[in-house]
């Protein structure tokens, strides 16, 4: 199935960086996926999905998780404010936290609950005017901001321009990580996931090469 040639791709792009077979967490990205092609990626054993949507995922994943056993969750679309709580209630890593109103809710959901999921910021390494994301020349002063809240980032996410290499995006992500002691790396995609690992992803975010081509509702 397609998901055993994404991991045997994932596999050799790991040995071509030289990277230890496994360093690299596929995430599964089921949004608008039929269930039945969601529940085959489950029933060949892989547990780490990706949600673009907070409400779409709470109103499949909880059956899910109970039929199939613990799930790794991954926030990785756009989240609302108001729907931090139920976010944080749901997934077990949220990569879109990319403005200061989200930070200062997931602060306050911290201080309520003790604990949060694994946070990545979100990055506009395109500096592009539609896309979320904290701009580049902001992110040491987010970042400060968000400790001083008491919120630890893992690391940072990316989404580079389509019209554009997405390395150069990959390299400028790496270099902010290492320049702020961050470890993660969320970057790379279906049609450019090899070349993430090649400049040190450590989660990659593949859907229509694992689950086909969406259709989205009209």
């Not at 040995?15 to 039945?36: C, F, N, Y």
């Not at 679309?77 to 990319?98: E, R, W």
């Not at 390494?125 to 901001?145: H, I, M, S, Y």
Request: glycine fraction near 8%; charge should be neutral.
């Amino acid at each position: 199935m397609a998901l055993t040639d994404i991991l045997a791709r994932l596999r050799r792009a790991e040995a071509a960086a030289g990277r230890a077979e496994g360093s690299v967490t596929l995430i599964a990205v089921s949004k608008v996926q039929p269930p039945e092609r969601v529940q085959a990626v489950l029933e060949a054993g892989h547990r780490v999905f990706g949600e673009n949507y907070v409400q779409e995922a709470a109103g499949k994943w909880p059956e899910w998780r109970d039929r199939f056993g613990p799930v790794e969750l991954h926030m990785i679309g756009p989240l609302q404010t108001n729907k931090a709580k139920l976010a944080v209630d749901l997934f077990d890593a949220i990569h879109t936290l990319d403005r200061p109103s989200l930070a200062t809710k997931l602060a306050s959901l911290q201080q309520a609950r003790g604990s949060l999921p694994q946070l990545f910021v979100q990055v506009n390494t395109g500096v592009e005017p539609q896309k979320a994301g904290v701009l580049p020349a902001d992110l040491p002063g987010f970042l400060r901001d968000c400790r001083a809240m008491e919120l630890s980032p893992l690391g940072l996410m990316c989404i580079p321009p389509e019209d554009q290499d997405p390395a150069s995006h990959f390299t400028l992500l790496a270099r902010m990580a290492g320049d702020h002691g961050l470890a993660g790396l969320s970057m790379g995609m279906s049609s450019d996931f090899e070349s993430a690992v090649a400049h040190g992803a450590t989660h990659i975010r593949v859907g229509s090469a694992i689950f086909g081509a969406r259709a989205y509702p009209a």
